[in-house]
């Protein structure tokens, strides 16, 4: 008997299944979300002119580095200046703590969801913490070396107090935004607001871009080849993303009743880039700390500890090669480090869950020699991976400064492959509702 041919979805069937999945709802809520963020990006801090301190953070790199990722609130000195940086910052601290301390450890993988509700809390509570020291030294920043853009009127003490505590109330405030999106929304809460922010300042890095290669011919070409080499660089980063090593692994056939399962080979799929954009979120916010800390180097009074500050603050410089070459290492080790800590990349507990069904890895005895085999695998493609993540950050980075064309250096450093990783999060974020979905329809349909 000849068996149905399966027909591929029509478009009505694409868009009720878009209506009746709820994804509509999600993608909405998550829009309106990003509008409020936006919206909140442009209130100012009481106190500051915002058109003065533009002006002084235009001479700072630090300043400008960290605006990019705000989204422009740095620099617009608005209520949310700390943006996410508090949350992720906490986060990672946690993730970390979790690995040394054996009761968090325990609370993230014996607990279930209520364990993973407490580390939760944790995070929150350290937010606070993380994003007072924030707003402390900010504010520090503006009283020290952004005086004129402070409004003469203001009493500094009560400038202080209530910039630190507006600033922390708004860096709680994003995190609940983020978590709102990553629990009603699309998902990703965090990694969205940051994308929306590098998002909202593509017309800056455009306008600069522009005033630079308007009048020359050489450099029109150079920015040809920078946006030749940009392109090549959002290749490279879907296909890491998408890149994977496939395991074979054989299936026992099993005998019930009449009929007989399994015996299909099957495999393990280990992406190339287990963490996503995450290592070089992570990185950016451990980086963020010391630049942070030091922006308060010229306040110190002259001598021996300024000096030694003043070598910190040009190792942490943006532009320069100390600064890359940390950059690139810290994501080498956070790409192994996430890899650690994800679930369906555990040998062990892969083995131990191969030798409970009866399946195997080619030529490899079940047990502790399929977990030793799988940890060479997984050793070998994590490290192929963080390699390649680190290079591909770099590579525009360079490319910017070779061609001299440094308005899009920003851009096409850091902030491509968090737009480019995002993206496609976002996408197979809406292909599971929809997937999910399908699935949905075909339980019901069946008889």
């Not at 959002?234 to 019930?256: G, T």
Request: hydrophobic share 50%; aromatic share 10%.
């Amino acid at each position: 008997m000849q068996q149905p041919r399966i027909q591929p979805p029509s478009v009505n069937d694409l868009k009720a299944m878009f209506q009746v999945s709820g994804l509509k709802q999600k993608l909405l809520f998550t829009f309106f979300m990003m509008m409020v963020f936006r919206f909140c990006t442009q209130l100012p801090l009481f106190g500051i002119d915002g058109t003065i301190f533009k002006n002084i953070a235009m001479d700072n790199n630090i300043v400008g580095f960290l605006d990019m990722f705000s989204g422009g609130a740095l620099g617009n000195v608005s209520i949310i200046a700390l943006g996410i940086g508090p949350y992720i910052t906490s986060s990672i601290v946690m993730q970390l703590l979790a690995v040394v301390i054996p009761q968090l450890e325990k609370l993230q993988k014996e607990e279930g969801e209520a364990g993973r509700r407490k580390i939760a809390q944790y995070t929150r509570v350290f937010t606070v913490v993380i994003a007072i020291f924030q707003a402390l030294v900010f504010v520090l920043y503006l009283l020290k070396s952004a005086t004129a853009a402070i409004m003469p009127d203001v009493n500094h003490f009560l400038f202080v107090v209530g910039s630190v505590g507006i600033l922390t109330a708004g860096a709680v405030f994003t995190m609940w935004l983020a978590e709102l999106m990553t629990e009603k929304g699309i998902g990703n809460g965090a990694s969205m607001i940051i994308f929306w922010g590098i998002l909202s300042r593509i017309p800056v890095y455009v306008k600069s871009t522009a005033n630079i290669v308007i009048n020359d011919v050489r450099m029109q070409w150079c920015l040809v080849a920078l946006l030749l080499i940009f392109f090549a660089t959002m290749v490279l980063i879907v296909i890491m993303h998408e890149a994977a090593r496939k395991v074979i692994i054989v299936n026992p056939k099993r005998q019930v009743g009449n009929k007989v399962y399994g015996g299909m080979n099957t495999y393990i799929p280990f992406k190339i880039n287990p963490g996503g954009v995450m290592p070089i979120i992570f990185a950016i916010a451990i980086l963020m700390f010391p630049t942070t800390v030091l922006s308060l180097v010229m306040n110190f009074p002259e001598g021996p500890i300024k000096d030694v500050l003043l070598q910190f603050q040009a190792v942490f410089n943006p532009s320069t090669f100390s600064y890359n070459a940390i950059y690139f290492l810290l994501i080498v080790v956070l790409t192994f480090f996430y890899a650690s800590i994800i679930p369906n990349m555990q040998p062990k507990e892969i083995a131990n869950n191969l030798k409970k069904y009866g399946s195997s890895i080619p030529g490899i005895k079940p047990g502790r020699p399929t977990a030793e085999a799988l940890d060479r695998i997984l050793s070998r493609v994590t490290l192929l991976g963080a390699l390649s993540l680190g290079v591909v950050a770099l590579i525009p980075s360079f490319s910017s400064t070779a061609t001299g064309i440094t308005s899009l250096q920003g851009l096409g450093a850091t902030s491509l492959i968090i737009m480019v990783g995002v993206a496609l999060d976002f996408i197979n974020q809406v292909k599971t509702q929809l997937l999910s979905k399908s699935y949905e329809s075909f339980l019901k349909e069946r008889p």
